[in-house]
């Protein structure tokens, strides 16, 4: 089955600077990629996705990007700012089979 | 709309107790899926239901079952808890689209296990 791999678990930005969080997937198959905040307390909620047959997706300041050779892909945020703080998750599905979620980064933006 | 409704929010139970937590989808949706959510290890897959089937299944034990009724409304049941039970559990819904979209979360059902 697929395998999702996240990094960093942790990461601290200073406020208005940018934030990369990356995944790796296992199946080459994987054709759908989307990316979910959870504030704390929070239930997790989509901010953006990609599909297979899109290298890069921006919506204002974030941006998704996806290299489907190295079979990795990445979320960017730019500009952050403090509600940016959250922790995001990565998932990659196979058509209709199971989304399978990385183990998620907690992001600290300090002001 | 509404959004998905999970009930009940907190519960705490003993080990060898089972447990029923309920998930009400989006009016239309008709696929509803199932996660554990622990500290470290992100968000499990447990199960999938649409129209009432399972498609799809996590790697859980036999313990942890789940169903859907016709009004797509699901319930998951826990059999024998052990602590490592203790957990989030968040139910996600999602539209009829035909190929693979966003899932609406629930806020979830936070288990206890002592």
């Known amino acids: 089955g697929e395998n999702v791999e996240q990094h960093p678990s942790t990461l601290s930005v200073q406020e208005g600077d940018s934030a990369v969080i990356k995944c790796t997937y296992s199946?080459?198959?994987?054709?759908?990629f989307p990316w979910y905040k959870q504030e704390l307390g929070k239930r997790p909620q989509l901010i953006i996705d990609?599909?297979?047959?899109?290298g890069e997706k921006k919506d204002q300041r974030i941006a998704v990007t996806l290299n489907k050779t190295a079979k990795h892909f990445s979320l960017h945020i730019t500009e952050t700012q403090p509600e940016d703080s959250a922790v995001y998750f990565c998932?990659?599905?196979?058509?209709?089979?199971?989304?399978?979620f990385g183990t998620g980064t907690r992001l600290t933006i300090i002001p | 709309k509404a959004g998905v409704t999970q009930t009940p929010r907190y519960l705490i139970k003993t080990r060898g107790q089972q447990v029923t937590l309920s998930c009400s989808p989006i009016?239309?949706?008709?696929?509803v899926s199932w996660y554990q959510q622990t500290p470290g290890q992100g968000l499990q897959f447990l199960f999938e239901y649409f129209s009432e089937t399972q498609r799809n299944k996590g790697n859980f034990p036999g313990r942890f079952s789940g169903r859907q009724f016709s009004n797509s409304r699901s319930e998951m049941n826990v059999s024998t808890l052990e602590l490592g039970d203790s957990a989030l559990y968040l139910c996600a819904s999602s539209p009829p689209t035909g190929t693979t979209g966003e899932l609406f979360f629930g806020e979830g059902s936070r288990l206890t296990v002592l």
């Open positions: 009016s239309g949706h008709r696929s």
């Open positions: 998932a990659a599905i196979v058509g209709n089979e199971k989304l399978t």
């Open positions: 990609i599909r297979s047959n899109v």
């Open positions: 199946d080459s198959a994987s054709n759908y």
